[in-house]
């Protein structure tokens, strides 16, 4: 009798901590409360690509990096949907922040990433002001404004009509 009163207790136990568990779970974060811009694309995924390339390019950036997801995956033979993330910037800019807070660093250089997900394409990226707050860097710095429309209008160039 004890056994079966000590396991019926522990059930309940267990019961009440899991539904605590769940009651106490975070509401998933939005790509705006985590910092990420999101913009759907009017082109398809290569011309989307290629479109943010030259934006950037004309802006006198220079890409550091192209990393293909899809050509990862593919390589331990797995499935994604073309996704590949750009790395770019601009050395003074860049250099402005971190000499404000070595941390920002980390999410430097800027980057882009470009999906294919559910027949549409999307572009995201760091909203700039959003990294200095995670930085503690000042968000009233006019670099960041700088920085910030710079991006929207890489991003407008790529998925625009």
Known sequence: MKVAVTGIWLAFALAQVTAAAHA???APVTAAQSGLVV???AHPFA???RRLLQAIEAAGLKVAARIDHEANAKSVALQLPPTVV???GNPRAGTVLMQHQRSIGIDLPLKMLIWEAD???KLAYN???YLARRHGVADSMPVLAQVSQALQK???AATKK
Do not use: N, R, Y
């Open 39 to 41: 913009v759907e694309s």
């Open 127 to 129: 909203d700039p002001v």
């Open 154 to 156: 890489f991003a407008e």
């Open 86 to 88: 750009l790395l770019f």
């Open 24 to 26: 106490q779970a975070p």
């Open 47 to 49: 011309e989307t690509e």
């Open 119 to 121: 027949g549409k394409i």
